[in-house]
């Protein structure tokens, strides 16, 4: 089983930029695929997206193409997900999730992820 901590969420006005990481910790890890999550209120969780712990496959959602890029640091064990040009419907609690099946990458619905981080808090004022 990982570990995930997600952190660098906050209040940032639209237009604006954040980077969430997700630190990963246990077990070996270099053959997990990675993911972002997010729930806004009232609403079920939605993908945004998902990198092989290689970075050699991507998948996003339509909605954060373009805008969203993810990326992963193997040496510190970490995911990023870099948002730009935010909006106020991406407000929402962001998570980070993990599978040990490669083909992850390409599943959008959440619960076939198996390894999931407790979210962090992205609020987008208009």
């Known amino acids: 089983q990982v570990q995930l901590v997600e952190s660098g969420g906050g209040l940032v006005q639209a237009g604006g930029s954040l980077r969430l990481s997700c630190a990963a910790s246990?077990?070996?890890?270099?053959?997990?695929?990675m993911s972002w999550f997010r729930q806004a209120p009232g609403k079920e969780r939605e993908f945004v997206a998902a990198i092989s712990w290689s970075g050699g496959s991507t998948n996003y959602a339509d909605s954060v193409k373009g805008r969203f890029t993810i990326s992963s640091d193997n040496a510190k064990n970490t995911v990023y997900l870099q948002m730009n040009s935010l909006k106020p419907e991406d407000t929402a609690v962001y998570y980070c999730?993990?599978?040990?099946?490669?083909?992850?990458?390409?599943?959008?619905?959440?619960?076939?992820?198996?390894?999931w981080g407790r979210g962090t808090q992205v609020t987008v004022s208009s």
């Open positions: 999730a993990a599978d040990l099946n490669p083909s992850r990458v390409h599943t959008i619905m959440p619960e076939p992820w198996t390894s």
């Open positions: 246990g077990r070996t890890f270099s053959a997990y695929s």
